[in-house]
């Protein structure tokens, strides 16, 4: 079968490989019918995730048909259309039965496996160990290019943005980073009933899709940012502040933006230390939350795009096959020079 093959920083190649094949009885072979590419990847490219090493398939977010089924595997079937998450899990070790499968002890003490510890979904088929587990039946009204987007960007928003943020009905939310991640917080913070939600951003295009979205009001950021939204909250100060860039200037308008009693819910991931004003925060009588994605949210997400309550599909704004799969990298590393969100890849 054909695969993206990580080869050291920098070094990708659409190439030949052996086929995916069932290791453990508790496996499925899905063949993959649309994936996409994360941020995550472009980290990975750029030799920042030391645990992927050459050799590697990228990709943890897929659609698919289940092809081959290990003997142990109860829940699924070949001929299954499922959904494949970033996260796996074993269902049984502590952090699984907590429901936080992000710590999945089994599979490697970490749920993020794909394209990372074992090889990923950018592929034509994948192994998903702990299958029963893992995967998620594909309802028969969501279509592959609504459900690939909750394999990862949409389940973070909302578990790691909106759920950890403690959104609740007339809330003001600020959401600073208007990628597929804060988007996705943009898109569920209104089903918790917040009153405003303000996107910032630098970019324009993420602006004009965040309204489409469902946020209130776009500010972009600058100098002002701070000031405006305050503008926008009647001096008070959003309840609920939402990191998704990941930089330290990002979290510290994020945190500047919350009143007393508000939470500052950080998604992004970060690669340096924060220097946060505590000497001002202790008094304000803040919480911050920051975390991994569980993906456990994925039912109750199906179920809303499903019921047409979640426009899943606006998320992709471009189409490519398999054989363009650089292209795909391209268009999605130089995201706003395209007025690109997220890619949707299928094999032809
Ligand atoms: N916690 C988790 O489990 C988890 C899971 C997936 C992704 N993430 C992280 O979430 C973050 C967002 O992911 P994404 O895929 O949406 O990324 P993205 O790069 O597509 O989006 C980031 C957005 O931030 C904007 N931005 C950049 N600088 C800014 C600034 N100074 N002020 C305001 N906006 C600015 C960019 O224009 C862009 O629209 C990343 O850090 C990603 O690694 C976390
Ligand atoms: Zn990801
Ligand atoms: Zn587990």
Same mark, same amino acid.
């Given at each position: ?13 659409? +190439? ?51 092809? &081959? ?8 079937? @070949? ?79 909302? &578990? ?20 597929? @991640? ?55 100060? @959003?309840?609920?502040?939402? +990191?998704?860039?990941?930089?330290? &200037? ?24 924060? &220097?946060?004003?505590?000497? +001002? ?68």
């Amino acid at each position: 079968m054909k695969a993206l093959v990580y080869h050291g920083p920098g070094q990708k190649a659409w +190439e030949d490989v052996p086929d995916a094949a069932i290791q453990e009885p508790t496996d499925v072979v899905v063949r993959v019918d649309t994936t996409t590419i994360c941020g995550t990847d472009l980290h990975i490219l750029h030799g920042d995730v030391a645990a992927v090493t050459d050799g590697r398939i990228l990709g943890h977010e897929a659609v698919g048909t289940v092809t &081959e089924v290990g003997d142990a595997v109860k829940g699924f079937a @070949v001929g299954d259309r499922v959904l494949v998450p970033a996260i796996t899990k074993c269902g049984r070790c502590e952090y699984c039965q907590r429901g936080m499968p992000s710590h999945c002890q089994t599979v490697g003490g970490i749920g993020w496996i794909f394209g990372h510890l074992i090889d990923g979904t950018q592929a034509e088929s994948v192994r998903v160990p702990y299958a029963d587990t893992s995967l998620y039946t594909v309802p028969g009204d969501v279509t592959n290019e609504q459900a690939i987007f909750l394999a990862d960007s949409l389940p973070t928003g909302y &578990e790691v943005g909106v759920l950890a943020g403690q959104v609740r009905p007339g809330d003001t939310v600020a959401v600073v980073g208007a990628g597929a @991640v804060g988007l996705s917080a943009i898109l569920t913070t209104g089903l918790w009933g917040a009153s405003k939600v303000i996107a910032i951003d630098t970019n324009k295009f993420r602006l004009d899709k965040a309204l489409e979205f469902g946020a209130t009001d776009a500010v972009e950021a600058g100098a002002s940012t701070v000031a405006d939204v305050i503008a926008l909250t009647d001096g008070l100060g @959003v309840d609920v502040s939402i +990191e998704a860039v990941g930089y330290p &200037e990002t979290l510290l308008t994020t945190a500047s933006l919350v009143r007393p009693g508000g939470t500052i819910a950080n998604i992004g991931v970060h690669g340096v230390p924060v &220097e946060l004003p505590m000497q +001002e925060m202790w008094i304000q009588n803040v919480t911050l939350t920051m975390g991994l994605v569980d993906t456990v949210s994925i039912p109750t997400l199906l179920k809303m795009v499903a019921s047409g309550r979640i426009p899943a599909e606006k998320m992709g704004t471009h189409t490519f096959t398999f054989d363009q799969m650089d292209d795909a990298y391209d268009v999605f590393k130089n995201a706003a020079s395209n007025s690109a969100l997220k890619v949707v890849i299928t094999p032809a």
